[in-house]
């Protein structure tokens, strides 16, 4: 059984309280049996009103699965460099480094 809602303790306990005054001032009765029958009564009352309040909508897992699921971003591919580019860099940075490496001079 799941658990009652904030709202229905709130509406139900108010329910007990103000019924058992009401019913006890209207009846004007001094005897324990009319103060328990009064306080049964009102206690079904409050049970009453506690199981009819409308409790709040949750979200169905069924609606959950009629919305779409967003699109993938597309792929980009890596294009390879082509190897007369890979080949011409690697000659120019072995000449830099050759260049470096030489004396400056007498």
Known sequence: MPRPTAAQLAYGSCTVIF???AMLLLSQTS????????TLSALALGLLV???VPLPK?????SMAAVPAPAP???Q???PA???TASVAASVSS????????????
């Open 31 to 38: 005897s324990g049996l009319g103060i328990a029958v009064i």
């Open 82 to 84: 082509p190897r007369e």
């Open 50 to 52: 506690a199981v009819t």
């Open 77 to 79: 591919e890596r294009v």
């Open 58 to 62: 949750r979200v169905r897992s069924d």
């Open 73 to 75: 971003a597309p792929v």
């Open 19 to 21: 019924s058992t005054l």
């Open 95 to 106: 000449a830099s480094v050759s260049a470096v490496r030489e004396p400056a001079g007498p």
